[in-house]
């Protein structure tokens, strides 16, 4: 029981980081793992696993993998990405962790669920806008092909080994410091 929680946890946190990579990819990839009875939701979210939610949310990656490959487009998107970024963490944690209250269920969804995800989608819309300035856009598609990459590994590690996607989390994080300090303007 303990153990199913944890993993639950990081299952939530794993999958809130690939949110801030691609906001619908790892909700698909989390309707896939549900629907094909890999990972087991909370009750009130089973309708995840649905046929029509599968569907929903695989037109839904589609339709944003492709957007994110439209020059000006994909900024556009990242200016709403970070607020949906922030739901989407949060509703993968809601409707993964087991076993809690729903008092710790719902902070730990926002906190850590919400938190990464808005963590993750801020730097990445920032790595975009450096290569927009950078190189004039041209370089938006290799950043695209990389954030989507990222997303599709952290939503397949985040389901089979949850252990080893909070490992990839605190990485991910641990590359966001070390940028945020290079970039960071010193205080000399």
Do not use: Q
Request: aromatic share 12%; glycine share 8%.
């Amino acid at each position: 029981m303990f153990m199913e929680t944890i993993l639950s946890i990081f299952l939530g946190i794993g999958l809130a980081a690939s949110v801030g990579f691609r906001v619908f990819l790892p909700l698909f990839a989390l309707s896939l793992a549900a629907y094909f009875n890999v990972w087991e939701l909370n009750e009130s979210w089973e309708w995840i696993g649905s046929t029509t939610a599968v569907i929903t949310l695989g037109i839904a990656t589609l339709v944003e993998i492709v957007a994110y490959y439209i020059p000006i487009v994909d900024n556009a998107l990242d200016t709403i990405a970070i607020p949906l970024a922030t739901i989407a963490g949060t509703a993968v944690m809601v409707s993964t962790v087991a076993d809690l209250s729903p008092v710790i269920t719902w902070a730990l969804a926002i906190i850590a669920g919400g938190g990464t995800a808005a963590a993750v989608k801020s730097s990445a819309g920032v790595t975009r806008a450096g290569s927009t300035v950078s190189t004039a856009g041209f370089g938006n598609p290799i950043v695209s092909t990389i954030e989507t990459g990222s997303s599709i590994v952290m939503s397949i590690v985040s389901i089979f080994l949850p252990i080893l996607a909070i490992l990839f989390v605190l990485f991910i994080f641990y590359i966001i410091y070390k940028i945020y300090k290079k970039i960071r303007p010193s205080s000399s």
